[in-house]
């Protein structure tokens, strides 16, 4: 198989080819820039400005995980069947005036299975923490999609016991 440039798309490709080699091997003067760009003055570094906050796997009870209710700028966690969850990156959410705020330094596992923001869905601080027992099937599904929910965008930071089990 020999090349030809007979045919007109031939032509055409060979014409792009050096056009495009031309560009690489003789840059036009307007591409290459007339000063260095400003961010690039002290060198160039991958590190970012400022590192997020470290989050260190700990054990919550209802009392200790109250306090990271987002209020006065705190991270915002929420503990699901156990599990406790950084959510402060959904502080439009879980904050003070978001929609989930009633769950933030909560347990939220049954107002997360039932679908409902209500406050008697959550457990008195005072109290044992809800075994959920009552949960139906759909219910507990519902719970569990949201914890697969929870764990894909959030950082898992601990763990739910009860009261007196630190």
């Not at 590192?51 to 200790?64: D, I």
């Not at 596992?109 to 809800?130: I, N, V, W, Y």
Request: aromatic share 12%; hydrophobic share 35%; with cysteine.
């Amino acid at each position: 198989m020999s090349f030809s440039l007979d045919t007109p798309i031939n032509t055409a490709l060979f014409l792009f080819i050096l056009y495009s080699v031309q560009r690489i091997v003789f840059p036009s003067a307007s591409a290459t820039p007339k000063s260095t760009p400003r961010e690039f003055k002290s060198g160039y570094s991958w590190m970012p400005k400022a590192h997020p906050p470290t989050v260190l796997f700990k054990t919550y009870t209802p009392k200790t995980l109250e306090p990271f209710n987002g209020k006065d700028n705190e991270r915002i966690l929420l503990a699901i069947n156990g599990q406790v969850f950084d959510v402060t990156a959904g502080r439009n959410f879980y904050g003070p005036n978001g929609m989930y705020g009633n769950f933030a330094g909560r347990d939220a596992s049954r107002g997360m299975a039932k679908q409902s923001f209500d406050l008697e869905m959550l457990t008195p601080l005072d109290q044992p923490l809800d075994k959920l027992q009552d949960l139906t099937q759909d219910e507990i599904d519902n719970m569990k999609g949201w914890i697969e929910h929870f764990t894909n965008k959030y950082i898992v930071c601990g763990r739910l016991v009860e009261n007196n089990a630190l």
